[in-house]
């Protein structure tokens, strides 16, 4: 069995092979490490045959040759998406242990359950499970055209797509169409979704979507929003790479346009 091996501030012990990170590792690595503090969790079906190890300390790089400690983010686009995934759900289960270890109703130890992926609270039986949050991020499209904004917390000249948190009562389709309007203040229909993404940054869920314009000029808050423009399929800027959902969904758009002419 491997493991992969976190610190207590869920940054993650890699070896670089011919510039490919490795974050599967031997339980004997374990012997180097100070682990008589660690956290194990099995991470299940996704998670196929490895365990996730949380140490209570910083990963010491310098007891370890040849290895670094990195953040899950700096391994978006050089992981294969699967081992990215079971990365992601790696830390949201340490996260989740760490952040629910006393009831929240009447703050008793809260303990694994025996039944299912939940934290249980043998006072008053309260339940916690993984927190995940469901987001909406898709495409506006005008014909040929889709809208594209530059967020502030994008690298400067990226353009992406859409996106925010659903909020309570809503469904995802009106979550969409709020954070448009919000965002860049145009309004659309016909809202149709098209695949989601576990995004563990640090617990979203992302659904995404691709929706007409159905009118407004565009008008942005500057503030979450910097710039957001028209930009015609065959003249993109520099948009996400495809192993993040924003990007596969405007390079998908833009193969439909393709081979509609
Ligand atoms: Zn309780």
Known sequence: MHCIII??????????????????????????????????????EVGRNFKVVQLQGNIEESTLEGYISVS????????????????GRAIQ?????????????CGGVTQASQVDEALTCPSCELSFYPKIAPCVIGLVCDGPRCLLARGSRHPEAMYSTLAGFIEAGENAEQAFAREVMEEVGVA???????????????????????ADY????????????????WFDYNELPLIPPQSTISGRIIRDFVRRQQTAK
């Open 72 to 87: 899950l983010r700096s391994l978006i686009v050089s992981l294969p998406e699967a081992d990215f995934q079971l990365l």
């Open 214 to 229: 159905s009118g407004g000029d565009i008008c942005v808050d500057g503030e979450e929003i910097l710039e957001a423009h």
């Open 7 to 44: 610190d207590i501030n869920y940054r993650i012990l890699a070896k670089y092979q011919a510039d490919a990170p490795q974050v599967l590792h031997s339980f004997d690595l374990l012997t180097d490490l100070n682990t008589h503090e660690a956290l194990e969790l099995p991470l299940g």
């Open 93 to 105: 289960l340490c996260r989740w242990q760490t952040e629910h270890q006393y009831c929240g109703k």
């Open 188 to 210: 659309v229909d016909n809202i149709r979704y098209l695949y989601s993404q576990p995004w563990p940054f640090p617990g979203q869920l992302m659904l995404g979507f691709i």
